[in-house]
């Protein structure tokens, strides 16, 4: 994008590559554990879903983004390093429900990708062009703040506005499971902290359609508590256009290794079958993995 602007202009950041592994559990974990590996890293534990979320590695990514992918040689250093403080029988390869793996934005730089800032990079071209890179999506309002802070002269803007909001759907989880429970007497206990703890306030909004669909209420899988009312949200809410929209990044389908063909046939088919209401536009996707 920038060589748009710009036809010289080089690299600025590179790619480090994390790979994490869930695993499933026998019994339930109740917090969460940090490994420390040397001066600089870590690596960590953290019980998610009804599974293990182990993590992460850190290497320098030099190939296509869209290739990018978890090896075994990724796998076996998250289990050797997880080795050093969670007991073997936990951590074994068949207690593996999925792997992925993501690209973190760094600053250039000679040292280890370990050692790199983990800030946000803007640069300004010579037309003027505002490039942001790196940063979390945990941190999206203060990135949003910085880049209207470097347009501030070019927007006229005298002052911005600071104040924290709540994002779309803010409450309490248990009080969100209660509410759920009391208007839905006939969803599962497991389904509806589910559902409180991925949309909040708008999981009532997620099963609006049940009430004239009661299939909708049904699991997409036996083994997982993700209902067919998700996979409709997904489609007239959220822009899921695809099953692989649904099962990796609108429920926690894939994740827990329960995308299987029926699983797929199923959402395929919600997916593809439109209501009568015209699909709205949500202000934040409510995917498991943001």
Aim: charged share 25%.
């Amino acid at each position: 994008m920038r060589r748009l602007e710009d036809p010289s202009a080089t690299p600025s950041v590179r790619l480090s590559k994390g790979t994490h592994v869930l695993l499933r559990l026998d019994e339930p974990w109740a917090a969460a554990l940090t490994i420390p590996h040397d001066k600089v890293r870590v690596s960590f534990a953290l019980p998610w879903q009804d599974m293990l979320l182990l993590g992460t590695t850190d290497t320098l990514f030099e190939g296509v983004p869209d290739e990018v992918q978890a090896t075994e040689a990724d796998v076996a250093q998250i289990l050797g390093e997880a080795a050093v403080g969670i007991a073997p029988d936990l951590l074994r390869t068949e207690a593996i429900c999925s792997t992925f793996a993501g690209l973190r934005v760094l600053p250039m730089g000679d040292d280890a990708t370990t050692r790199a800032r983990r800030e946000t990079v803007f640069l300004r071209g010579p037309a003027g062009m505002l490039s942001v890179a790196g940063g979390k999506l945990t941190t999206y309002r203060r990135i949003a703040h910085g880049a209207l802070s470097n347009l501030r002269a070019e927007l006229g803007l005298h002052r911005l506005d600071r104040r924290p909001a709540p994002l779309p759907g803010a409450i309490d989880s248990n009080e969100a499971a209660r509410r759920l429970a009391a208007g839905w007497p006939d969803l599962e206990p497991r389904a509806c902290a589910h559902l409180a703890h991925l949309y909040g306030g708008l999981a009532e909004e997620v099963l609006a359609p049940a009430a004239a669909d009661p299939d909708l209420l049904r699991p997409l899988h036996p083994d997982g508590p993700d209902i067919a009312a998700q996979a409709v949200y997904a489609r007239d809410v959220e822009w899921a256009c695809r099953p692989e929209d649904v099962l990796r990044r609108r429920t926690t389908l894939a994740l827990r290794g329960l995308a299987d063909e029926n699983v797929v046939r199923r959402i395929e088919g919600l997916v593809n079958t439109r209501g009568a209401e015209a699909p709205r536009a949500a202000s934040v996707p409510s995917s498991p993995t943001r």
